[in-house]
């Protein structure tokens, strides 16, 4: 739908606020300045992308993985948004696949307003046995506060009561009950932005050592 206002011949205009404009409105619509120091923040988020990417793609590189026959592990784009929820996102997907019903994925989301998340999405015919290696490292993702999703969906990215619960290793029974209602096990790590690993611009070490946690879900055992 288009946001510019009909042309003349288009239908009624909406009659205006017969309150107007107040004077913080005003001040807003005259003041350029947040926009440009916005572009210079996602830039500096989006150079922060470009790193994690590159150290990602090594840390795939040595490793063996239980995925579908169909996934990769090869190089993907950043990419980016502006109403998730209204906010700007930025994203990057490494590894990513998603195709009928099979999720494998690894995704960072940098989202305007809330924070990042580092997620781990998984589906498909290697389900039961990711749940059951999540189950097995409890203890090590409850002490470096991983979340699981208890949404519907997996497209479901807020976070909170009827979203997310906290994994402790006291929680299995409350597990299993959660896996019998959905078809897919999405794990989260959040970074604050007022986190020091974040002011410090070090979104990607941050990424990367959650991604380490929680590879023994996905890693392929060896001999």
Known sequence: MSLLPPHPGEGPVAPGDPAGYSEDEIDLLCDDRFFRQRERLLARVQRGFARLRDRLQLQLEGGSYLMPAAATVGPSRIG?????D?????????????????????????????????????????????RQRLLQNLSILEALDVYVSTAETPWDWARGQGHTMRLAAGEQGTLQRLFRSQNFLKCV??????DDDFRRDRLDEAAVLTFRALEPIILLDTP
């Open 86 to 130: 209204d906010m700007p996102y930025t994203y990057l997907d490494l590894p990513s696949y998603f195709g009928q019903g099979n999720f494998f994925a690894f995704r960072t989301l940098f989202w305007w307003g809330h924070e990042i998340s580092f997620i781990l999405l998984l589906g498909g015919e290697h389900l039961p046995e990711y």
């Open 189 to 194: 790590r959040y970074l604050e932005f007022r």
């Open 80 to 84: 980016r948004g502006e109403h998730l």
